[in-house]
């Protein structure tokens, strides 16, 4: 019908090749971290919390030992809240091991314009000061509209802005994979 609009879906990452990804960047990790006993992976909530525990896990596997996790939500730190608030809250964010002087480093699934980061590391600003933060993603599409650039990349997925990258994980979506989406 006239009006209507197409979605057009393309895979580009299935169960697999997110498996490959993610065991690259627990090993690239490691070895910028020159192991893993000062380091704290922190995920942005939702889908960066379930990456951070996949992560873990293989870093467990390759170091024999396991790195803590966080999990934050950073909802009310967000730049484009309607209600801002001079003192937000971390409402939904655990931190099991103080992040003072430690390596965090921020999980999150797709990395766009780079304000979710932003708003990831006032909230860790507001919990302590740690040594370093470094950004780990599964995506990065571009587009960024801060200076801020992942050290640790799953993908590059060069996209337009009329485009929509998907990541669906097992733990809430009931299935793993990265789609591509374009309205036509």
Do not use: C, F, W
Request: aromatic letters at 2%; charged letters at 35%; a negative charge.
């Amino acid at each position: 019908m006239a009006g209507e609009e197409h979605l057009e879906e393309k895979e580009i990452l299935d169960e697999k090749a997110i498996g490959r990804a993610l065991t690259r960047l627990a090993h690239e990790i490691i070895e910028r971290n020159e192991g893993v006993d000062a380091v704290v992976l922190v995920g942005i909530k939702t889908r960066g919390i379930y990456l951070a525990n996949r992560l873990a896990e293989r870093i467990e596997a390759i170091e024999k030992k396991k790195v803590a996790v966080g999990e934050l939500d950073i909802t009310l730190y967000r730049d484009d809240l309607k209600q801002k608030t001079d003192d937000p809250k971390l409402i939904d964010s655990i931190l099991p091991v103080s992040i003072e002087s430690k390596s965090v480093i921020l999980i999150d699934d797709v990395l766009y314009t780079g304000r979710t980061i932003r708003a990831a590391m006032d909230a860790l600003m507001d919990i302590g000061r740690p040594q370093r933060i470094q950004l780990a993603v599964l995506i990065d599409r571009g587009h960024r509209e801060l200076p801020i650039r992942p050290d640790y990349i799953g993908k590059n997925v060069p996209t337009s802005k009329e485009e929509e990258i998907a990541v669906q994980l097992n733990e809430i979506d009931g299935t793993d994979t990265v789609m591509i989406r374009t309205k036509s």
